[in-house]
């Protein structure tokens, strides 16, 4: 059965930084991961995406902002968020994808977790 389990969100202030974490089970730590939210009344759209050898790609929404990273000892990938603004404010979702190249489409990732909350106050 294929989990993926995220934590870290919650409330921060505007310029503040936040890591979220997301534990997989289930599948093979060659899957690419990404990162994607959703603010209310939004589309999900895409945040950040790794290989498994640890290349990175992300939306220019967050360039410069975001780290994405693995562990896959302990199966594991963060985001890591500094200077955090309102429009960040979102619930945060892993996603695992089977594709080597890269995708951004939220279609294209195969399994999801349940989200994180994320909210940015001003």
């Known amino acids: 059965q294929v989990q993926l389990v995220e934590s870290g969100g919650g409330l921060v202030q505007a310029g503040g930084s936040l890591r979220l974490s997301c534990v997989t089970s289930?599948?093979?730590?060659?899957?690419?991961m990404g990162w994607f939210r959703q603010a209310p009344g939004k589309e999900r759209e895409f945040v950040a995406t790794?290989?498994?050898?640890?290349?990175?790609y992300y939306a220019n929404s967050v360039k410069g902002r975001a780290t994405i990273s693995r562990e896959n000892a302990v199966n594991t990938v963060y985001l890591q968020m500094n200077s955090l603004k309102p429009e960040d404010t979102a619930v945060y979702y892993c996603?695992?994808?089977?594709?080597?190249?890269?995708?951004?489409?939220?279609?294209?990732?195969?399994?999801w977790g349940q989200g994180t909350q994320v909210t940015v106050s001003s």
């Open positions: 996603a695992a994808s089977g594709f080597s190249y890269l995708v951004v489409a939220p279609s294209m990732y195969n399994y």
């Open positions: 289930g599948i093979s730590s060659s899957y690419r």
């Open positions: 790794i290989t498994r050898s640890g290349d990175t």
